[in-house]
């Protein structure tokens, strides 16, 4: 019987690891929603007025890689009206998965540099997330 409790010992040892590195990059058996995930930033003046940025970049500040979402025409007209420009979306859940980066939004109009704002993200196996940052920007004198 001590021979018995003492296999049964050493095998859920065995079985009993904090090694979840196969665990942590294997999506397959996980089931995601069809929803696609944008983060996105509103970008204000002082009095709550929606600030039109006449271009945005988004940085990866890891390896220095432009990650910015390219808009298309009637999308940006609508982001300028509303002061709303996306961050990080669910198209970077595979490059990302299971990852936080930092990442940098830099807003501007009539070249000047208006918005310079650091932000940490992340994506699981289906979704993108936001860890860090204020995503409501109010600018002093746009």
């Not at 009206?81 to 998965?97: M, W």
């Given at each position: 019987m001590k021979l018995f409790v003492a296999l049964i010992t050493v095998l859920l040892t065995l079985n009993c690891s904090d090694n979840d590195t196969d665990d942590a990059s294997n999506c397959s058996d996980v089931f995601c929603t069809e929803e696609f995930r944008t983060i996105t930033v509103s970008v204000k003046d002082k009095d709550g007025v929606a600030v039109a940025l006449d271009s945005f970049k988004v940085v990866d500040l890891t390896n220095g890689e432009n990650i910015t979402l390219d808009p298309s025409g009637s999308e940006y007209e609508w982001m300028t009206?509303?002061?709303?420009?996306?961050?990080?979306?669910?198209?970077?859940?595979?490059?990302?998965?299971n990852k936080e980066i930092e990442i940098n939004l830099q807003g501007y109009v009539d070249d000047k540099l208006l918005v310079d704002s650091d932000f940490t993200v992340g994506a699981d196996c289906c979704h993108v997330a936001l860890i860090e940052g204020d995503t409501d920007i109010e600018l002093a004198n746009p």
């Open positions: 009206k509303n002061g709303t420009y996306p961050l990080f979306s669910d198209k970077y859940v595979a490059k990302y998965r």
